[in-house]
């Protein structure tokens, strides 16, 4: 009987839907990879081509009961897009700070999740490293304050700042007080 019972727990474990969105080349995949516990891995810097699936892996290393998909950026994969937005558990969306023109355009990736209840929205700030940096801190908090996202500046590639994005993530999909 116990072992029926734990065939049916895992037959009906709830998978989180995590969905990242942005423009091409803003570290969606990199993002991606960090969370998964994949970077530095032979990392393929190619174009996500359409969508791609990640796991999430907490800081000792246990896999998350999450999906990542990762959204393709460039403008031929939007006309299916909107439909990988359906039942997200989590909305993550990131633009570049080196580039106006990502942030903006975020307002476009907001309009993609109308009519879903995401638990939260993500805006993450990516390439915060970066030399070439043209949008304050103070301004990409407001624009996600002004639209209901919680913000987080990071470096995808180096990590800065990631650890706390992470966990506030990885609390989300699973409360403090369900860990064992």
């Not at 990242?20 to 991606?32: W, Y």
């Not at 791609?52 to 998350?64: A, L, Q």
């Not at 996600?144 to 700042?161: N, T």
Request: one cysteine or more; hydrophobic letters at 40%.
């Amino acid at each position: 009987m116990t072992v029926n019972k734990q065939k049916m727990d895992l037959c009906y474990k709830k998978i989180f839907k995590v969905v990242v969105g942005g423009e091409g080349a803003v570290g969606k995949t990199t993002l991606c990879e960090r969370l998964a516990g994949k970077l530095g891995k032979e990392m393929d810097k190619t174009m996500t081509i359409g969508i791609d699936f990640h796991d999430i892996r907490r800081e000792d290393g246990v896999i998350v009961d999450a999906k990542l998909w990762d959204l393709g950026g460039q403008q031929q994969f939007r006309c299916f897009q909107e439909s990988f937005f359906r039942s997200c558990t989590i909305a993550i969306f990131i633009f570049s700070v080196e580039w106006y023109d990502t942030l903006i355009c975020i307002d476009f990736w907001l309009d993609m999740i109308k009519g879903e209840n995401p638990k939260k929205i993500y805006l993450i700030g990516n390439k915060i490293d970066s030399p070439n940096r043209m949008i304050p801190s103070e301004e990409a908090e407001e624009f996600a304050k002004d639209r209901g996202m919680i913000y987080y500046e990071v470096s995808a590639l180096k990590g800065k700042g990631f650890l706390n994005f992470q966990n506030d993530l990885i609390d989300t999909i699973f409360p403090p007080t369900h860990k064992k």
